[in-house]
């Protein structure tokens, strides 16, 4: 339940380039609010600019958002409406601000999203990657070894991987990237919406070269999107963990019959066709 008269957060998504994609609803809001809480406020004047909106600015990012939520809870007390904006897209989306939403979301306070643009869908649509199941990592850790760590961690996901990453991280992290996933497809959107909007597809390897034969592919926030991870057979798998079991049993001298019952409760399958696969295995060694 909201608290009863006071004002209202407006969670306002805003163009990631192209201004023209700021929707009809999201510029009446910002142009109506009392208050905008911006992760720059020089940014964000520029689009109010744009709007034609002199509204009153202040400024939430990651390093003061914990100090802000008393101000902005006073302007809601007082029934004022108050919009949050990123630089770019949709907050909250690898931004700051859930600390603000949650202490609404506590304090009954009444929380709006308007929807809009985001950098994460938009290269989405366009990659030609799977889209029904994927898993946004955000910006992935700076240092090298801390990163590929993390890319080994997600080498299996049978999903699409996305992150966001800067231009002068760029090539390092594919370099990670080619070294981790090979041949594995990737796909990097740069400077979505805008003039110089690209799409490169290819390997890690692949997108080093394109980005060292013209550098300016470099330039610009780029959305990088990685391929699933191919299906593991599961049947192959368990036959290739239950034939090293059946060997290392067989080498501990336990019986035929005693092996296909241990891997039959281990790893299901019929008891039969582990015996079956034990007698193969010790015949092939003796």
């Keep these: 339940m909201s608290v009863s008269g006071k004002g209202t957060l407006y969670v306002v998504a805003t163009p990631i380039g192209n201004l023209d994609d ?3 609803r999201a510029a009446a809001i910002l142009a109506g609010a009392d208050l905008i809480a911006a ?11 744009h709007i034609g909106a ?17 101000r902005i809870c006073h302007e809601l007390d007082q029934g004022h409406q108050v919009a949050l904006v990123s630089d770019a897209g949709t907050p909250l989306i690898s931004d700051p601000g859930y600390r603000l939403i949650r202490a609404l979301r506590e304090g009954g306070y009444r929380v709006v999203p308007v929807p809009g643009p985001s950098a994460l ?23 090298g070894s801390a990163r590929r760590q993390r890319l080994q961690a997600l080498a299996h996901q049978q999903v699409t991987l996305v992150c966001y990453e800067s231009p002068h991280r760029i090539v390092a992290l594919l370099t990670d990237i080619d070294a981790v996933f090979a041949e ?11 003039t110089f909007e690209t799409f490169l597809h290819g390997s890690g390897a692949a997108l080093l070269a394109q980005l060292e034969d013209d550098p300016d592919q470099q330039r610009g926030e ?4 990685i391929a699933p991870a191919e299906p593991i057979d599961r049947g192959d798998a368990r ?3 239950g034939d090293a079991l059946l060997s290392a049993l067989l080498s501990e001298a336990v019986g035929v019959k005693q092996c296909a019952a241990v891997v039959a409760r281990l790893l299901g399958g019929r008891k039969r066709d582990w015996y079956e696969r034990a007698m193969a295995l010790r015949d092939s060694t003796g």
């Design 22 to 24: 700021l929707s009809p």
């Design 39 to 49: 992760e720059d406020t020089r940014h964000s004047g520029r689009l109010l600019a």
């Design 54 to 70: 002199r509204v009153a600015l202040i400024s939430l990012h990651e390093h003061n958002e914990s100090s802000r939520i008393a």
């Design 121 to 143: 869908v938009t290269a989405l649509c366009a990659a030609g990657l799977p889209t029904e199941r994927f898993l946004f990592e955000g910006f992935l850790p700076a240092k």
């Design 184 to 194: 594995r497809q990737v796909v990097l959107a740069r400077e979505l919406t805008k």
């Design 222 to 225: 780029f959305v990088v999107m």
């Design 239 to 241: 036959t290739v963990e």
